[in-house]
């Protein structure tokens, strides 16, 4: 049987490289960060709207709102915390309407 891969735990440095080479439009900063945190992101989604569809919407909603606001990533707190803010803001949004 084969056990899922830990997750991938980045330092700060790691991050702000991550976010410096997406702003340079590098398609693999893009990929890396995608994979690292699309699991998560989606779990927060599905945990809020119980619905895969609506979950899948929203974490492409939420890469899509922290991709052209990247520029405003600070790194007060790490990668993933601030795209999982963003996440879950799309999903209570959904979630409201």
């Known amino acids: 049987m084969r056990s899922a891969p830990a997750p991938h735990v980045a330092d700060p440095s790691e991050d702000a490289e991550l976010v410096r080479r997406a702003l340079t ?3 693999a900063a893009f990929r ?5 945190h699309n699991r998560r992101l989606y779990r927060i989604a599905r945990s809020i709207l119980r619905n895969d569809t609506e979950a899948e919407d929203v974490v492409q909603e939420a890469y899509v709102k922290a991709f052209t606001n990247l520029g405003g990533f600070r790194g007060d707190s790490s990668l993933a915390t601030w795209l999982a803010r963003i996440t879950m803001n799309e999903a209570l949004g959904r979630f409201a309407a």
């Open 32 to 36: 890396i960060i995608m994979e690292r």
């Open 25 to 27: 439009r590098d398609d």
